[in-house]
């Protein structure tokens, strides 16, 4: 089962001059999800204030699906595709609450950084037990076609 990470209606100030989500916000909304990880793995905040570490994004690719409109609720479904002692492969899919239909999917490379010294470093053990623990709880979700996509003209 993926984990809902972020739940939220799309605002007024989202939405372009023909009503619908700009794409930037749609990558916003994935942001706060990550955010909903962290706070999943032990990275919240008072997680950041006791490891000294926090999450950054390494790479991000977006694919947009579908339109999406003022007011509509939408939820983003996370989940974890791999991970090793620094990182975390992960993949946001953004469906309408609604009806559920997929309007965008995120894969992105997460790095555990510490923050005094800005470089990258392991885990925290209890955060590396829930990333293993959530890794095992999603062990044989099926995986999107849009994961491992390349970007390119034919």
Not at 93 to 120: F, H, K, P, W, Y
Request: aromatic letters at 6%; proline letters at 2%; hydrophobic letters at 40%.
């Amino acid at each position: 089962m993926l984990s809902v990470t972020y739940k939220t209606a799309v605002q007024h100030d989202w939405v372009d001059y023909n009503g619908h989500l700009r794409d930037a916000y749609y990558l916003l909304i994935c942001s706060f999800a990550t955010d909903g990880l962290m706070d999943l793995i032990g990275l919240d905040e008072a997680g950041r204030a006791r490891t000294g570490h926090t999450l950054y994004t390494l790479e991000c690719h977006l694919n947009f699906l579908a339109e999406v409109k003022l007011g509509v609720e939408v939820q983003v479904r996370t989940q974890l595709l791999g991970h090793d002692r620094k990182r975390l492969h992960i993949h946001h899919l953004l469906e309408r609450c609604d009806d559920g239909q997929v309007v965008a999917e995120s894969e992105q490379m997460l790095m555990n950084i510490d923050t005094a010294t800005g470089r990258s470093a392991p885990f925290a053990g209890d955060v590396a037990g829930r990333v293993a623990d959530l890794a095992e709880a999603q062990r044989g979700a099926p995986r999107s076609a849009y994961v491992g996509r390349v970007i390119g003209l034919p």
